[in-house]
């Protein structure tokens, strides 16, 4: 699929016929709600935070942030038309006002240093590795000093089994892009990145491999 800037994005399944099941693969295959949660808990947002959902998808993340602080602002971006329909349609169902923004992660719409937080989750292993590096650029330029970066995605897995499992996302995603993931290399991309205190927070095994949270900050002078 082609997005925003005539670059390819790879759609939340990996093909455009299948994002209406998204959904219900995610909720059934990656322990959705305990690691969806704990994200959300683990950014502390305040009232008041600006907050970006980085490859919003389906928007489940964005909604449960808008659910658990009322008075943030939530701003969901990405770069499927398709996937945001789904996702405007599940927040107005659920009576929540958040902003979603069609674009690339690697090319922000946003003014710099516009939001407190930003959080994203499973979407890291969708971008190749000059991607990954150009939209942490992106992430530290609208982050406010002492910023908040809050992050799930597949890493490192934590068993043997864990490995195997993995291949089926590796399959599906792409080789590429899912590789420096499972290597256990997004902390290091992060780091190179200018974060500061990248720390890993949690570990969730799943049907597809180990979810590894991590809480990033942006440095004060970067
Ligand atoms: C696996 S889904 C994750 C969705 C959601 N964050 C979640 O946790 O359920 C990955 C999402 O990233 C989006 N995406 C992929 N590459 C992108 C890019 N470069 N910029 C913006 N969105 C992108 C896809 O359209 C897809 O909706």
Known sequence: MRGLNNEKYIPALS????TGLYDPVVALTTRESAFKNALANQAGIAAGHRVLDLGCGTATL???LKQKQPNAVIVGIDGD??????ARKKA????????FDEGMSFDLPYEDESFDRVVSSLFFHHLS????LETLREVSRVLKPNGEFHVAD??????????RTSYLIQFLDGFETTADNFNGLLPKLITDAGFSFVKETNHFNSVFGT???HQCRKPEDI
């Open 81 to 86: 038309a398709k996937v945001l329909k789904i």
């Open 15 to 18: 093909y455009d016929w299948l």
């Open 92 to 99: 107005h169902k659920a009576g929540v006002e958040i902003t």
């Open 154 to 163: 597949w890493g490192l897995p934590a068993s043997r089994l864990m490995r």
């Open 62 to 64: 964005s909604i449960l």
């Open 129 to 132: 590795r000059e991607n990954k």
């Open 211 to 213: 979810i590894r949270m």
